[in-house]
T-cell receptor
């Protein structure tokens, strides 16, 4: 299967701990996106990379959140000093095309974070 | 900023009947519109998109959607529903050229009963 993969699929942590999630996009996709989805809601945009450059960040992305895509391939999303409100599904998507606005994004299965 | 509304939390249809899942949007530029489906324990799967051109867009699994600019709507339709179509459906919009963020609706749960 050559779709978007995310690791881990589930993460349970205690409040105040740091967590890191990994996303491997579809091979050769130049754009990578992170979203957060809470129960009963649609995904909310967090941030977006074109190759290794982080081009957009949502106001939802507080200072405790940081994302990287060091070689323009996989990406990591780190949450420092987790809070119970961070509990959500974190989704990664990737796309390939000439314009981000028209690209189709392909989503991974998500990482479900539970903060106790 | 762009927004999208899915006015129905839940849609129930009988197998073999036509289905419609509603979506309306608000943008200040040009709308680029998308439909995704989410099955339990799986990621969102792309169904179809409208960027420009023909207002009727055909997508995966027999789904189609009609872009209606005057009503700012992009309803998802299928002529004959299958039990396997039961899932959570999300409409999303981008506001071109103002930003590349994709704004999702809250989702509509479709249940197709045999």
């Amino acid at each position: 299967d050559t779709g978007v993969s995310q690791d881990p699929r589930h993460k349970i942590t205690k409040r105040g701990q740091n967590v890191t999630f990994r996303c491997d996009p579809i091979s050769e996709h130049n754009r990578l996106y992170w979203y957060r989805q809470t129960l009963g809601q649609g995904p909310e945009f967090l941030t977006y990379f074109q190759n290794e450059a982080q081009l957009e960040k949502s106001r939802l992305l507080s200072d405790r959140f940081s994302a990287e895509r060091p070689k323009g391939s996989f990406s990591t999303l780190e949450i420092q000093r987790t809070e119970q409100g961070d509990s959500a599904m974190y989704l990664c998507a990737s796309s390939l095309g000439s314009a981000a606005s028209t690209d189709t994004q392909y989503f991974g299965p998500g990482t479900r974070l539970t903060v106790l | 900023a762009q927004s999208v509304a899915q006015p129905e939390d839940q849609v129930n249809v009988a197998e073999g009947n036509p289905l419609t899942v509603k979506c309306t949007y608000s943008v200040s530029g040009n709308p680029y519109l998308f439909w995704y489906v989410q099955y339990p324990n799986r990621g969102l799967q792309f169904l179809l998109k409208y960027i420009t051109g023909d207002n009727l867009v055909k997508g995966s699994y027999g789904f189609e959607a009609e872009f209606n600019k005057s009503q700012t709507s992009f309803h998802l339709k299928k002529p004959s529903a299958l039990v396997s179509d039961s899932a959570l459906y999300f409409c999303a919009v981008r506001d071109f050229p103002n930003n590349n963020d994709m704004r999702f609706g809250a989702g509509t749960r479709l249940t197709v009963k045999p």
